[in-house]
């Protein structure tokens, strides 16, 4: 199925999963489920929001090879990343799963690069893009929550 060196590093992620658990209290949190293969992956996560960056992530669940390193990939990937960053980060693994994006033009997916080979199996999209999906939900529940909301000034937004 996917490239022998490929395949490796995703079963590495799912024998050794980075960043599992959760984070309490966290700022963000969303579960989402992929009835297909019965996958469920929760990514909750902290902001530092004095730099609108990701400071803490973590993500629990059950399922797939696939989904479940998809999540250890993605948040090892965008720990320490801008709200921002991290968005286009989703934007770019989405688009490299589309077919829109060749891995040399994304090199900063890192590890999740191992994944582009899921794009010709259809049926297992679901299981790579399940915690990213669920990192953007976070993120845009972020965006809309004033990041600055507690440094004073309440007449900006
Ligand atoms: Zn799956």
């Known amino acids: 199925m996917l490239d022998e060196l490929y395949q490796e590093l995703l079963m590495e992620h799912f024998r050794n999963p980075r960043h599992r658990g959760s984070i309490d209290p966290a700022d963000a949190r969303y579960s989402m489920v992929n009835p297909l293969c019965g996958d469920t992956v929760e990514v909750s996560l902290s902001r530092d929001g004095a730099h609108a960056t990701i400071q803490k992530i973590a993500f629990s669940g059950h399922g797939c090879s696939i989904s479940q390193a998809s999540a250890s990939m993605m948040t090892s990937l965008v720990s320490g990343k801008t709200i921002e960053e991290a968005k286009a ?69």
């Not at 999209?125 to 999906?133: K, N, S």
């Open 89 to 157: 980060m989703v934007a770019k693994f989405r688009e490299l799963l589309s077919g829109a994006r060749t891995p040399e033009s994304a090199p900063e997916l890192g590890d999740a690069l191992a994944l582009e080979g899921v794009r010709k199996f259809s049926a297992r999209l679901r299981c790579a893009l399940l915690a990213w999906e669920a990192l953007e939900r976070c993120l845009n529940s972020l965006s809309a929550s004033a990041p600055n909301s507690s440094s004073g000034d309440p007449g900006a937004s």
